[in-house]
Each structure stands twice: as C-alpha cells, then as structure tokens.
C-alpha cells in the first residue's frame, strides 16, 4: 500500500490518505493536511507507535453513537469491515459510515471494496455528508447476478435518484467521487486499466450542501458507507483502500 501514501507533482503537493492494516493489526492512517512526502517515513513511525487495540485513528469519525461492533479490523483480509445495517445516514440512528472531514473545497476520494452482500438491498459506497437531511451517495448493489452503480442526492431531506449504471463485472470495486467547489462527479474506476474507467455521472450540483443553504457551520465529512434495506442483512463490505487528495 506505501506507493500512493503521497502523490506530488512540481507545482503542487496533496496529500493522499491511505487506510490499511499492518501485519501487527494496527490501522495506519495518515492524518489529513498536506504533507511533503519526505515526511512519510516519520509519520507512519508515529502513527505504527499510537495505533493500539485495533481502534481507528482520531481522524476518523462515525456518525451520533456508534456501537461497539460498529466496525471490524480483518488481518486476514487487511481490511476495514463495515456491517450492512438498516440504519441510513439520513436517520436518526447511527450507520456503518467511517469518514473524514473534509478540508478543501476541491478534492478528490476513492474507495476499493468488497460487497458480500447477504440481503437484497445491501448497498456499499462514498458518502460525501453534509447533515442529516442534505448529502451525496456514490454506491454499488447487486441485484440478481448483474452489480449497479447508484448516485443518490438528498436536498432537504428528500432523496432523488440521479445515475443508475450497470457495471460490466461484480466483486471488488472502486468508487471515485470529484469535488470542486459546488460541483461533484463520480467515477468507476478499473485499476488494471484506466481507460476501461467510467463516469457515471458528471456536474452534480451540490451546492445545497455549502455552509450558507444548510443553515448554519457544520462542516462536511466524506467516507465510506454501507446500508441495507432489510432489517436483519448478515451482508457487509470489506474496504481495502480509502484515499483523500
């Protein structure tokens, strides 16, 4: 996982956020900010040292309270797994919804994933939040032997359905979601080959979810999200990667 910790260019440098399990178990996440990539070393040092327990970093968030097997840290897998529950994140309950916050007004966030799905209605994805009642979903769901793409906005409290794509295979998945300023794009990405890489949608507008429409600082968060339709779903999703530059 240590090739894309940092990406940097002459003119700029981003930071790339990367989660993954050390072969101790601990969860090494580098905190966001920009961070000149000779400083790597230094900060997986320190993070290797503070990581203990299998518990998440402080930069990671979960939504209201989250309960204590909310989420799990699979060595064997070397994952992050998140369980489909019937709890969205437009509820007043607490979803399986891991995030950062978010730092600048552009940015871009990306997600490989594993959906066993063990319901009809196990969705797995990004969440790009700004509360309960305004935010973004980029997810992937199967239904019968074929695996959907599904961009979902809510304003106000009232979810629409923009993008609906089949996806040409099932199993691991990557999700991109581009934002700059008011507007967002997603992305199924094809590691292998990036011009096998679709665009499900392009110029969603979200402006609804700036500081000023949804009245008053909250700030937005961006992370990785799974949800059921059904009550009693034994489905989850194992992510493997988790990057924010």
């Known amino acids: 996982f240590f090739p894309d910790l940092f990406r940097h260019s002459r003119h700029q440098i981003f930071h790339c956020q990367r989660l993954f399990v ?24 320190r993070l290797v040292k503070n990581m203990t327990d299998k518990k998440l970093p402080p930069d990671f968030m979960m939504l209201r309270n989250p309960q204590p097997n909310a989420y799990t840290i699979d060595e064997q897998e070397e994952c992050l797994k998140l369980p489909a529950k019937a709890v969205a994140i437009g509820d007043n309950g607490s979803p399986s919804y891991v995030a950062v916050r978010q730092k600048h007004h552009r940015f871009q966030a990306e997600t490989e994933f594993l959906l066993k799905a063990g319901e009809k209605g196990d969705r797995a994805g990004i969440a790009y939040l700004q509360n309960s009642q305004n935010y973004l979903l980029a997810e992937y769901g199967e239904v019968g032997a074929d695996g959907y793409i599904y961009v979902t906005v809510c304003i106000n409290g009232t979810e629409k359905i923009l993008a609906e794509k089949k996806t040409e295979k099932r199993g691991m998945q990557t999700l991109r979601l581009s934002v700059d300023q008011s507007l ?15 665009c499900i949608i392009r110029e969603v507008d979200i402006s609804h979810m700036c500081t000023e429409a949804s009245g008053g600082f909250t700030g937005c968060t961006v992370g990785m999200y799974v949800h059921s339709e059904q009550k009693q779903s034994t489905g989850c999703a194992q992510f493997c990667r988790f990057t924010v530059k």
């Open 22 to 45: 050390h072969g101790s178990g601990k969860v090494i996440v580098c905190p966001l900010g920009q961070v000149h990539p000779a400083a790597a070393v230094s900060l997986f040092n």
């Open 184 to 198: 967002a794009q997603v992305w199924l990405i094809r590691p292998e080959t990036e011009e096998k890489s679709q």
